[in-house]
């Protein structure tokens, strides 16, 4: 099993992300964080192959966050989380800079299932490029995440 540390200020979408994370074979989520703070205590005590983190958090951004990972030389992939990224192209290139293997974009609302479905898709498209070890995921899912190309 893949060990993947969640990281979201928001305890609805922890949950969420949570959920879809357990259910994909080859992973379990081993830690959540609710800010950048107790993200880089967790990874300063555990190991994890993956972290799922939004860029918005309330501590700041969890560009900071990969910022200092690479400071540190630690290499894990992590997995950008956005609702803003079709507005703000900036901070998806400055996640991808900063050391993020992928920026899945996340609905507005989880109420629109069509929305919800395609979240579900990419962040799980997104993991198993992970657990094969894909270091360039965004031209291995080629559309599936960033809203890029949308």
């Given at each position: 099993?893949?060990?993947?540390?969640?990281?979201d200020?928001?305890?609805?979408?922890?949950?969420?992300?949570?959920?879809?994370?357990?259910l994909?074979?080859?992973f379990?989520?081993?830690?959540?964080a609710?800010?950048?703070?107790?993200?880089?205590?967790?990874?300063?005590?555990?190991?994890?192959?993956?972290?799922?983190?939004?860029?918005?958090?309330?501590?700041?951004?969890?560009?900071?966050?990969?910022?200092?990972?690479?400071?540190?030389?630690?290499?894990?992939?992590v997995?950008?989380?956005?609702?803003?990224?079709?507005?703000?192209?900036?901070?998806?290139?400055?996640?991808?800079?900063?050391?993020?293997?992928?920026?899945?974009?996340?609905?507005?609302?989880?109420?629109?299932?069509?929305?919800?479905?395609?979240?579900?898709?990419?962040?799980?498209?997104?993991?198993?490029?992970?657990a094969?070890?894909?270091?360039?995921?965004?031209?291995?899912?080629?559309?599936?995440?960033?809203?890029?190309?949308?």
């Open positions: 099993m893949l060990n993947v540390l969640v990281v200020d928001s305890a609805l979408m922890r949950k969420r992300m949570c959920d879809i994370i357990d994909v074979p080859q379990t989520v081993a830690d959540t609710r800010d950048g703070k107790n993200a880089l205590e967790l990874l300063s005590h555990n190991s994890y192959d993956c972290m799922v983190m939004n860029v918005y958090l309330c501590d700041g951004s969890g560009i900071d966050v990969l910022k200092k990972l690479k400071d540190q030389g630690r290499h894990i992939p997995i950008a989380i956005s609702s803003a990224v079709r507005e703000d192209r900036e901070m998806t290139i400055y996640a991808l800079e900063a050391g993020a293997v992928e920026v899945v974009v996340r609905p507005y609302r989880f109420s629109d299932a069509a929305e919800t479905e395609k979240f579900r898709r990419s962040l799980v498209n997104a993991l198993r490029a992970v094969d070890g894909s270091r360039n995921t965004r031209n291995h899912l080629s559309g599936t995440g960033t809203g890029m190309d949308e």
